[in-house]
């Protein structure tokens, strides 16, 4: 949850404070947690995925805040058993406001041997291990370099470990089932999540129904799955492994009061163009290629025809912003999503879109790269890309989110921007925003913003001799706007083109003077774009060191101020929506601090556009190792930077 | 008599009753922008953009609901010289950016013009789902075999070992047949016509206007100044008659002075091959069938021409089809989807099913 209400509670991200319940006689302990950090690891194909999703929705339901972070790899079935092939998800869920998917895990669940080595360096000492020993034979051990088996070594002393057979037990479970031990073994993953839902007590009414519904057609696995996930919890509850089971009570003070559902930021991205298509009253066009992490956008809005959505799987990337250009022309909402190599592809067209005028969102996810780079991975290293990726002077606004839930307002602003200045505009998501998932409070629909526009209905121009036309490049003079006149309108026909045109008349033009008025235009229409003023927390008013961030760094960026904030530390914050064009008072906001911090999943592109603009000596703090920034690490580099 | 009507399809008419019809009488002059036209003189598109101009009264439609979309080359400054909506895109996506105009607005006539390096080179991916996807477009692709705008390279149309800027010891690579190509990539319908037969080219056009889907016409254009002459065995009276072969849908295949020659099946092979037509053999002439469900005969039909020579030319009509039309099947979901659901509620999309609240 991104509320910036501020209590006690939340400036304590660091530590997990406990309470003991006293057990009534024949109960087991119970003991309050104010938060907890949960990653389930496994093999790509065994469902942890699903099993972190399905966590979520429960402890959503329950009405924690939560935070989480999916990271798998981008091989569908990466070789079974081997390190590159291990899929987890980490889920942070607490009483109170937080930020992050947290840095480091209480609880690991590791479903073989891979997963154990390849997240208990994540593991600090004393957190608990729950294992699937089943999977631990000399082979699957020997695959991933285990000489010895870590559960009998001594090497896991410092953790709290908890052998469970879980596929024995998952196997027993299931056996008036007529099922082979190998397809039996599956539901595995569904006794795991029993298992941990019986530890931090979720509500398991959502996961029965929601197995139910995934296997209407199959009832036979529907019944084996919730089987497996009842005997998970009663195995948790019956075996004097488990001793002790945990509270982490609803954060009903974190949260303003209204409606909540849990939502990851693909979702609500998706949600935000279908209510910026009702609220701007104009059909939706999605003209996209499959490319990880954006392909679920389009997969969400084709399920909504029933909107008016129209979605079409092109060829290619070019083909995709092709359309969506195409459909713009025609008056709809056109959209393209896609992430950095089809950014590079759709290049030109946006460009093209640059030159008519015409209002079109882009939406990159951002990943790792360059070329391919990490499909699956988070990095935020597209920002010149969208600023600066094409020939010729090609301004476009760029709009982006900075939490899960934020995309859904993120994409209204940026379809306000694209239809009310008629401009294509980008919306940098990234692959943590997109898969991860936090509680959003669900707007009231007649509170969302009028985005409607005025389509050119008659002649705008009389010229020398009286004579009323229609000049399609005669601009608002507040917005600098060209009209928006669709094919299908009488009297304004008109022909548009990439080609330099002639200021309002639209007609070709090679006239020197014109093409660089044109072009200090354009420029200036994009540079005029209402932006709100940047908002900085402040809370002492006497902070020397100010942390500038943008995108989805805002979760692990405020975090760690908070720390500090904590520890008696003044740090000021603050975070951009609005990368191009940058809000009006950033220059007067960053020249009030002795220090400027500004932390990126990149090598210092924000930074580099900060340097340059304002001649500011901010400095850059960057990781691009494909995961989102921790609070501790970040609390550090802001220390070092107040103390140094 | 053969049947040249054509107006088979039935769902032709009803794809363009979706597009409104012009209040008055139009005429060519309507259809002319204020535009100086700045090919070079000579230049075989001023016959065809005459030609457009010229037929489009007859389509009676409201000159506002018409779209011109090019991408880059000399032909692609064709929609900045019709009096109707345009434009004037990027080299090669014309194909694409017309699919999401025509598949979102079906209210609109959508018009394609591209040239043998927009569509065939940079633009050979859109033109072939294009035309695989049977969206409603007319696609006009001006074929010159020569690159004219950048001065004179080869073209992907071009015959082997041409000689050119970029080629001065031949080219290597071999030549698309664009009829062939489309015929290929799925097209519904694949004419093909010459720039100075203006009758013909508007007889094409009248047929593609029609055509429920997407329509390509390609077009054999002199480019006077870099490929002059390049058509000239088709055009020139005497070497036409042995040159050209005008398909007609219904009737026999014939060409040559007085149908001396025709067209037959080849037994053996299947394949097809120009005969002298003999009292013996007349009743083996294929007869032209355009509707055919199969693409096999009218893809043989494209093989005939002489690459070099371009002996045994076929024009006219290759391939005339009725299938589902892209942009249709896309407004039917739509409806279908309504008819499940119920328009979209958005309140009720953003609830979702798993809520929780939170009282103050």
Redesign the interface.
């Given at each position: 949850m991104t509320s910036q209400v501020s209590s006690p509670a939340e400036q304590a991200d660091e530590a997990v404070v406990g309470e003991q319940r006293k057990p009534a006689a024949g109960e087991k302990d119970v003991r309050r947690l104010d938060r907890v950090i949960i990653r389930f690891a496994g093999d790509s194909g065994d469902g942890m995925q699903l099993t972190g999703d399905r966590f979520t929705?429960e402890t959503?339901?329950?009405?924690n805040d939560l935070s989480t972070l999916p990271n798998f790899p981008a091989e569908i079935r990466a070789p079974a058993g081997t390190l590159p092939g291990v899929s987890s998800f980490q889920l942070h869920f607490a009483d109170h406001d937080i930020l992050t998917p947290g840095d480091a895990p209480n609880v690991l669940v590791a479903m073989n041997p891979a997963a154990l080595k390849a997240n208990i360096g994540d593991v600090p000492r004393g957190a608990e291990v729950i294992v699937n020993t089943d999977e631990f034979t000399k082979r699957a051990m020997q695959k991933v370099g285990y000489e010895t088996s870590p559960l009998e070594d001594g090497s896991l002393d410092g953790f709290q470990v908890h052998p469970v057979p879980l596929t024995t037990l998952t196997v027993e479970a299931l056996k008036e089932f007529d099922l082979s031990r190998k397809d039996a073994g599956r539901s595995k993953n569904m006794f795991a999540l029993g298992l941990l839902s019986w530890m931090y007590h979720r509500p398991t009414e959502?996961t029965e129904r929601f197995l139910k519904t995934k296997f209407a057609k199959k009832p036979d696995i529907a019944a084996a799955n919730i089987a497996a996930f009842r005997a998970g919890w009663n195995f948790g509850e019956t075996t004097e492994d488990f001793a002790v089971s945990y509270e982490v009570a609803p954060a009903?003070k974190a949260?303003?009061?209204?409606?909540?559902?849990?939502i990851s930021g693909n979702l609500a991205l998706s949600?935000g163009l279908?209510?910026a298509s009702?609220q701007a009253d104009l059909?939706l066009?999605l003209?996209s290629y499959p490319i990880t992490p954006a392909s679920d956008i389009l997969h969400e809005l084709s399920k909504?025809?029933?909107?008016?959505?129209?979605t079409?799987q092109?060829?290619?990337e070019?083909?995709g912003i092709?359309?969506?250009?195409?459909?713009?022309?025609?008056?709809?909402l056109?959209v393209t999503t896609t992430s950095g190599p089809g950014v590079a592809l759709k290049s030109?067209?946006i460009?093209?879109a640059v030159s008519?005028e015409l209002p079109l969102l882009i939406v990159d996810i951002q990943r790792g790269g360059p070329s391919t780079g990490l499909p699956t991975k988070t990095e935020q290293a597209d920002l010149l890309q969208a600023m600066y990726g094409r020939n010729g002077e090609a301004p476009v606004p760029v709009v982006a989110p900075r939490t899960p839930a934020d995309c859904f307002d993120a994409a209204l602003e940026a379809a306000r921007i694209a239809v009310t200045y008629r401009t294509p505009v980008f919306l940098l998501s990234d692959g943590y925003l997109a898969n991860g998932s936090e509680p959003w409070r669900?707007?009231e629909?007649d509170q969302l913003p009028d985005l409607r526009v005025q389509f050119a209905s008659g002649t705008n121009h009389t010229l020398d001799d009286g004579t009323e036309v229609f000049w399609p490049f005669k601009r608002d003079p507040g917005t600098l706007a060209r009209p928006w006149a669709i094919?299908?309108?009488?009297?304004?026909?008109?022909?548009?083109?990439?080609?330099e045109k002639q200021d309002g008349t639209g007609?070709?033009s090679y006239d020197p003077a014109n093409h660089d008025f044109m072009v200090r235009t354009r420029q200036a229409k994009v540079d005029g774009i209402d932006v709100p003023d940047l908002e900085v927390d402040d809370a002492d008013g006497d902070a020397g060191l100010l942390v500038l961030g943008w995108g989805s760094t805002y979760g692990p960026i405020t975090a760690a101020v908070r720390r500090l904030r904590a520890a008696g530390q003044s740090v000021a914050q603050a975070h951009l929506r609005h990368l191009n064009p940058f809000p009006r008072n950033l220059g007067e906001v960053l020249k009030r601090y002795d220090k400027v911090v500004i932390p990126e999943m990149n090598l210092g592109q924000l930074a580099t556009l900060i340097r340059a603009k304002y001649l500011v000596d901010a400095v850059s703090y960057n990781q691009v190792n494909g995961m989102p920034f921790k609070a501790e690490q970040l609390a550090t580099a802001f220390k070092e930077a107040i103390d140094g | 008599m053969a049947d040249t009507t054509l107006a088979g399809p039935t769902g032709s008419e009803t794809l363009l009753k979706l597009v409104p019809k012009a209040e008055g009488k139009q005429s060519m002059k309507d259809f002319k922008s204020d535009q100086e036209v700045r090919w070079c003189p000579g230049c075989g598109d001023y016959a065809v953009l005459a030609a457009v101009q010229g037929f489009m009264p007859e389509l009676g439609l409201a000159k506002e609901n018409i779209v011109f979309v090019s991408g880059i080359g000399c032909s692609s400054r064709f929609p900045y010289y019709m009096n109707t909506y345009g434009m004037h895109s990027i080299h090669g996506r014309a194909p694409a950016i017309a699919t999401g105009l025509a598949s979102s607005r079906r209210d609109l006539s959508v018009w394609v013009v591209t040239g043998d390096g927009d569509a065939l080179s940079i633009g050979g991916n859109h033109l072939i789902h294009a035309l695989r996807r049977n969206v409603n477009l007319k696609i006009l692709l001006f074929n010159n075999r020569i690159y004219g705008l950048t001065k004179g390279q080869y073209s992907p149309t071009s015959e082997v070992g041409k000689i050119t800027k970029s080629t001065p010891m031949g080219s290597l690579d071999a030549p698309f047949n664009p009829v062939s190509l489309a015929i290929g990539a799925e097209a519904s319908f694949v004419a093909r016509t010459v720039d100075s037969d203006r009758k013909h080219l508007t007889e094409v056009l009248r047929q593609a206007a029609d055509h429920p889907g997407t329509a390509l016409v390609e077009i054999y254009q002199n480019c006077n100044i870099f490929n002059d002459g390049a058509f000239e065995v088709l055009k020139d009276k005497q070497q036409a008659e042995e040159a050209v072969i005008r398909l007609e849908h219904g009737a026999p295949i014939r060409f040559g002075t007085d149908g001396s020659k025709g067209v037959v099946r080849d037994p053996a092979t299947g394949d097809l091959k120009v005969v002298a037509v003999t009292a013996e053999n007349e009743s083996q002439i294929l007869v032209h069938d355009a509707h055919s469900a199969s693409p096999t005969t009218a893809f043989a039909l494209s093989r005939l021409a002489d690459p070099d020579t371009l002996h045994h030319t076929p024009i006219g009509v290759f391939r005339s089809t009725e299938r589902p039309v892209y942009d249709t099947l896309m407004a039917d979901q739509l409806d279908t989807a309504i008819e499940q659901h119920g328009k979209g509620d958005l309140a009720a999309l953003l609830a979702g099913g798993d809520t929780w609240t939170v009282v103050g």
């Open positions: 929705s959503a339901s329950f009405g959502g009903a949260f303003p009061t209204g409606t909540y559902r849990n949600y279908i209510a009702r059909p066009y003209g909504h025809k029933n909107f008016g959505v129209r079409f092109a060829e290619d070019i083909a092709g359309a969506a250009l195409g459909a713009a022309f025609g008056g709809s056109a030109e067209t460009g093209l008519l669900i707007p629909v094919p299908g309108t009488p009297g304004l026909e008109h022909r548009i083109g990439g080609i007609n070709i | -």
